[in-house]
């Protein structure tokens, strides 16, 4: 069974780093074509995609948020972080990490998300 | 403003059919075959329902499926039950930056 599980803090202040971890199970991010990607909602918005690793550490990023994204993977402990510096309120959102296997090219499983506000 | 275009809102009967548009342009949409439709109920995360534009993974009902003409992909579901109330996404692979674009998303009222 796939699983994937997102945690990190539910409160952080204006200009702090956020730092996201996204754990999983059921697959290896090792497995050529596997790719883990994290996306956002702001409360009552829409999804936002917002970075993704593959399987050969090859990483990508949403334009208007490159400078301030890191995303690395652990995959000895199975683990995907993502870090967003200079955090704002308009930060604030549901952070979810999902998997991109080869075979669908889609996001197939999801994470439970996890809410991140942030206040000023 | 979200890169591809879905109606903010319909709605439909139980057992009718609905169906939702998702638009976008010749760099999306219209140059791949990586549109996927995404089901999220209040409080949930995102649920894949369609991928590749008209698949369906396993365990997903035959009364969702997809399609696409040009730039404009479309998500229809017959025989509306009342747990089909959710919002739904379009969501396509690009190669312009953002790799994915998703939709504004779809509230589906089922009367």
């Known amino acids: 069974q796939v699983t994937l599980e997102e945690s990190g803090p539910a409160l952080v202040k204006v200009t702090q780093t956020l730092t996201l971890t996204c754990t999983f199970s059921?697959?290896?991010?090792?497995?050529?074509?596997?790719?883990v990607s994290w996306i956002r909602q702001p409360p009552g918005k829409a999804l936002e995609w917002l970075a993704r690793?593959?399987?050969?550490?090859?990483?990508f990023y949403a334009a208007s948020l490159k400078t301030r994204l890191t995303i690395s993977k652990d995959t000895s402990k199975n683990q995907v972080v993502l870090v967003l510096t200079n955090m704002d309120p308009v930060d604030t959102a549901t952070y979810y990490c999902?998997?991109?296997?080869?075979?669908?090219?889609?996001?197939?499983?999801w994470g439970q998300g996890t809410m991140v506000t942030v206040s000023s | 403003q979200s890169a591809l275009t879905q109606p903010a809102s319909v709605s439909g009967s139980p057992g009718q059919s609905i169906t939702i548009s998702c638009t976008g342009t010749?760099?999306?949409?219209?140059?791949?075959?990586?549109v996927s439709w995404y089901q999220q109920h209040p409080g949930k995360a995102p649920k894949l329902i369609i991928y590749?534009?008209?698949n369906r993974p396993s365990g997903v009902s035959n009364r969702f499926s997809g399609s696409k003409s040009g730039n404009t992909a479309s998500l229809t579901i017959s025989g509306l039950q009342t747990e089909d109330e959710a919002a739904y996404y379009c969501?396509?692979?690009?190669?312009?930056?953002?790799?994915?674009?998703f939709g504004g998303g779809t509230k589906l009222t089922v009367l």
């Open positions: 010749n760099s999306d949409v219209g140059n791949y075959n990586y």
């Open positions: 690793i593959d399987w050969d550490d090859d990483k």
């Open positions: 590749e534009v008209s």
């Open positions: 999902a998997r991109i296997p080869t075979a669908k090219s889609a996001f197939d499983i």
């Open positions: 059921g697959f290896s991010l090792s497995t050529s074509g596997m790719r």
């Open positions: 969501s396509s692979y690009t190669t312009s930056s953002p790799n994915w674009l």
